[in-house]
């Protein structure tokens, strides 16, 4: 969750901390030249790329084969320059904005993809374990509907929360223009989904017309900057400004209501929030991988993995509270 945008965020703060010299890499001409005489030869040194032998057939086929040549010559440039520096023992330096991480079967950010992956795995386990405590667990209402609420709004949640770690897996694998806008989208449609959602459980909404009212012009906006962004032009300020927007009302309306509201698990909200926000912390002290593989970016994906077990359990006992509730009521 949250991921590109509050990266964005968190790199605009360090630039402005380290005077705007974040890329450092891709700027030595040693590395430049490099880059250049490869995508000409197809070459670093003795090691040649296959994919930069283009014969032109398809276009997007073409295409492809164009980031694979460009992302091997950026790679093994990179690598070259960086084992020179470390015999003597000159501190690692990013390149396009990322430090030189090691590749492990062709995944540019291996750690990355794996805690992405784990993160997937614990919103997959959230969504199933809430759908069978709502249709199977917890007594239905005549017509086999729910009693809780938001039953279906926190189904649609873990699906698009999903989608979201899968092309976060992607694009960590595999950062190309295609899948970067990808891991975007969903990243934005995620989380206005979930603004969405905080606004309607924490204001009590229960009726459709008012839902429909409240996040008409939410959905509106979203789907908007969503098409602004891979149609028009990816403006990476303008795209931080809103997730950042997006992501702090969130959490302080979650926040507050926990405050507020007397809820029997608000410790768990209160608990997703402060750790969420400490954990975002690692973006700012953005530190060089170690051993090459585990970066500040890939620690704070491991962070959200136990967060995601702990907000299901909230939305796991928000449901059975309504519930009683409800079942209580109707006595
Ligand atoms: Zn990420």
Redesign the pocket.
């Known amino acids: 969750m949250l991921?590109?945008c509050s990266?964005g965020f968190f790199l605009i703060l360090s630039w402005l901390v380290e005077g705007l010299n974040a890329s450092a890499g891709d700027a030595n001409p040693q590395y430049r030249s490099c880059v250049k005489q490869c995508e000409e030869t197809g070459c670093v040194r003795q090691r040649c790329f296959p994919n930069c032998k283009f014969s032109g057939v398809e276009p997007l086929y073409m295409q492809w084969k164009k980031w694979d040549c460009q992302s091997d010559c950026r790679y093994f440039c990179m690598l070259d320059i960086e084992k020179e520096k470390e015999l003597r023992n000159d501190d690692p330096v990013k390149y396009h904005g990322k430090w030189p991480i090691k590749r492990i079967y062709g995944m540019q950010?291996p750690a990355?993809v794996a805690f992405?992956a784990l993160n997937l795995a614990a919103h997959f386990h959230g969504w199933v374990s809430f759908f069978v405590l709502i249709y199977y667990k917890l007594p239905l209402k005549e017509e086999k509907k729910a009693y809780y609420e938001y039953a279906s709004l926190w189904l649609i949640y873990g699906l698009l929360s999903m989608n979201s770690w899968f092309w976060?897996a992607v694009?960590?694998s595999r950062d190309v223009d295609l899948t970067e806008k990808l891991?975007y989208s969903s990243a934005v449609a995620l989380l206005g989904y979930s603004l969405i959602l905080a606004i309607l459980r924490s204001l009590n909404v229960r009726d459709e017309a008012t839902r429909v009212m409240i996040s008409a012009p939410l959905i509106a906006f979203v789907t908007t900057h969503i098409l602004f962004i891979n149609f028009y032009k990816l403006d990476y300020g303008w795209n931080m400004i809103v997730c950042v927007g997006m992501a702090v009302t969130q959490l302080t309306i979650w926040a507050v209501w926990a405050c507020i509201s007397h809820h029997p698990s608000r410790w768990k909200l209160w608990f997703v929030v402060f750790a969420g926000g400490l954990a975002m912390l690692l973006e700012l002290y953005d530190f060089p991988p170690y051993q090459g593989l585990l970066d500040a970016?890939?620690i704070?994906?491991a962070t959200t993995i136990p967060l995601t077990y702990i907000w299901w359990s909230f939305i796991k006992d928000d449901a059975e509270f309504r519930t009683s509730n409800l079942l209580k009521k109707s006595k």
């Open positions: 991921d590109r990266v950010e990355s992405s976060s694009f960590h891991d970016h890939a704070w994906h």
